[in-house]
C-alpha cells in the first residue's frame, strides 16, 4: 500500500503546534507507518512539492511570503487542515490588528532600537496589513481549534483522516484550549 | 380563585409540559432539561433578551421569541432546536467573537468562559466571518478591577446587577449598534468613580473576561455567582 503524502507548514505562529505534535511520542511511529513527511520545517526539504495529500498549516496569514505559501499549498494539497488558533482565528499574531502597520514597524524596529534604527526593505517579507485567519485566503477542510491543540487531539484527528473519515473535533478542543 | 386554575400546558418539542402562568418558555424548558443557549439571562437578574441566543419557533407566529422573556400560553407548541435556530445561533455566537477581540488564548476567563463554552457544545471550530479587530481600550484604573472591552459581549449583566441588586447603577450602555459599550458613571475611568462601591458582583456575573479582578493570569479568573438568587430572594423577602 503506497503510503500517504504528509506535510506540515509554519506559518505565522510561535511553532507550539509542531511542538504539540511532536509530543505524540511513541504515536509518532504509528503515523509514521502510514504517511511519508514529505514537507516540513522539521525535516530538510526546501521546496514544498506537488501532489500532497494531507498539510497541516500552523500560524496566522501575516505577511506576504506566508500568502504567497499559503496559495502554493493549497494548489498542491488534496486535504488543507487549520491546525490551532493562529490559523483558525489568527490569535495572538492577530493582536496587532486594530493597530496602523506604520505602528507596529516604528515600535518593532526603531522605538526599541537604540543602534542604527530602520525598517527592513529585504530579506524580511513585508507584513500584510492584518494578520487573518487561513480560511480567509484559501479554502480549508478541516479546522483543529486549539493554543496548542493537546497531542491527543492531533493523534485523533489525524488517525480519523488517515482513515478517510472527517474527523468530530468540537468535543475534543476548543478556541484557547 | 382555584391555584390550579393558573397552571397552563403546552408543549416544548414535541413534548407535553405543565407551567405556572407566568413563567417564561425558558425556565419552563430548563425545569425539563430541555437545553436552550443563552447568554445574558441569569438566574436572579432581570431579563433584557439582548443576546438574542434563546429565540425559538412558537407555532402559529412567524416571528421567532426569546425564550427568557416570552410567558407561556395554554396550548402554546414551541420548537427549541429546529435546523434553522441552530444555523442562527452559531451564526450569533461567530458575530459575536468577530465584533470585538476575544483571543481566548491569552484571556483570563480561558477556560472559564461562557461564549468559549457555548461556542464549543454549538459545535463551532471556526468562525465564518470576517473579524472586525476593532480598537478597544482596557480601563484598569480601579484599585481591584479591569474591564477589558475587546472581550464584552455587550450582555449588560453588569448593569442589571449594579442596578438591581447592589443599587448603584454604576454601570450603563453609552453608544448605539456597534459603537455601543459599557460605562461607568458618565463614562469615566472606573477608578474615578463616585458611585462604585466596589462590591465586584459585576466581575462574577460577567459571562466572558470583560470583566476580571486585578492580579489574575490567563485562565485564572474563576466566577463565582450562586450569591445571586439569594440576594435576590432575601431582597423580596425584605420587601413582603
Given at each position: ?177 | ?105 491569552v484571556c483570563v476567563?480561558n ?106 493570569s490567563v485562565a485564572e ?20
Open positions: 500500500m503506497s503510503k500517504l503524502r504528509m506535510a506540515t507548514v509554519w506559518l505565522d505562529g510561535c511553532s507550539g503546534c509542531h511542538m504539540s505534535f511532536l509530543d505524540l511520542d511513541e504515536r509518532l511511529l504509528l503515523i509514521a507507518e502510514k504517511v511519508d513527511l514529505v514537507y516540513s520545517p522539521l525535516v530538510d526539504v526546501k521546496e514544498f512539492p506537488l501532489d500532497v495529500d494531507l498539510t497541516l498549516v500552523e500560524g496566522a496569514v501575516s505577511s506576504e511570503d506566508d500568502l504567497h505559501k499559503i496559495r502554493m499549498v493549497r494548489e498542491r494539497t488534496k486535504t488543507l487542515v487549520s491546525l490551532g488558533d493562529c490559523a483558525v482565528t489568527s490569535n495572538v499574531p492577530g493582536m496587532r490588528n486594530p493597530f496602523p502597520l506604520q505602528a507596529i514597524y516604528d515600535r518593532a524596529y526603531k522605538e526599541n532600537v537604540t543602534l542604527d534604527p530602520q525598517i527592513p526593505g529585504e530579506m524580511v517579507p513585508p507584513l500584510l496589513a492584518k494578520s487573518r485567519p487561513v480560511h480567509e485566503f484559501v479554502t480549508v477542510d478541516v479546522f483543529i481549534p486549539g493554543c496548542p491543540p493537546s497531542a491527543d487531539t492531533i493523534f485523533y484527528a489525524l488517525s480519523e483522516l488517515l482513515e478517510g473519515r472527517m474527523p468530530e473535533l468540537s468535543a475534543k478542543t476548543r478556541f484557547g484550549a | 380563585m382555584a391555584k390550579a386554575a393558573n397552571i397552563k400546558t403546552l408543549k416544548i418539542d414535541g413534548r407535553d409540559v405543565s407551567a405556572r402562568q407566568n413563567e417564561t418558555i425558558l425556565e419552563v424548558a430548563r425545569e425539563n432539561g430541555i437545553f436552550i443557549p443563552t447568554l445574558c439571562t441569569l438566574k436572579g437578574l432581570s431579563n433584557v433578551g439582548a443576546c438574542r441566543l434563546c429565540l425559538v419557533e412558537v407555532k402559529g407566529t412567524a416571528r421567532l421569541q426569546p425564550a427568557c422573556v416570552t410567558r407561556v400560553e395554554e396550548a402554546m407548541e414551541v420548537t427549541t432546536n429546529s435546523e434553522r435556530l441552530q444555523g442562527y445561533r452559531r451564526a450569533i455566537l461567530e458575530l459575536l467573537f468577530t465584533e470585538r477581540n476575544h483571543v481566548c488564548a476567563s477556560g472559564h468562559c461562557e461564549l468559549q463554552s457555548l461556542a464549543q457544545k454549538l459545535e463551532i471550530t471556526h468562525v465564518h466571518f470576517a473579524y472586525r479587530y476593532p480598537e478597544a481600550e482596557v480601563d484598569a484604573s480601579h484599585e481591584r478591577f479591569i474591564v477589558d472591552h475587546n472581550r464584552c459581549i455587550l450582555c449588560t449583566r453588569c448593569v442589571r446587577v449594579c442596578e438591581e441588586i447592589e443599587g448603584a447603577h454604576t454601570w450603563d450602555v453609552m453608544g448605539r449598534g456597534i459603537d455601543a459599550k459599557v460605562i461607568t458613571d458618565l463614562n469615566e475611568p472606573w477608578g474615578s468613580s463616585q458611585t462604585c462601591t466596589g462590591c465586584g458582583k459585576c466581575v462574577h456575573v460577567c459571562p466572558t473576561g470583560a470583566l476580571s479582578e486585578k492580579g489574575k479568573m474563576l466566577k463565582r455567582r450562586q450569591f445571586l438568587p439569594y440576594l435576590t430572594q432575601m431582597r423580596e423577602e425584605d420587601r413582603s
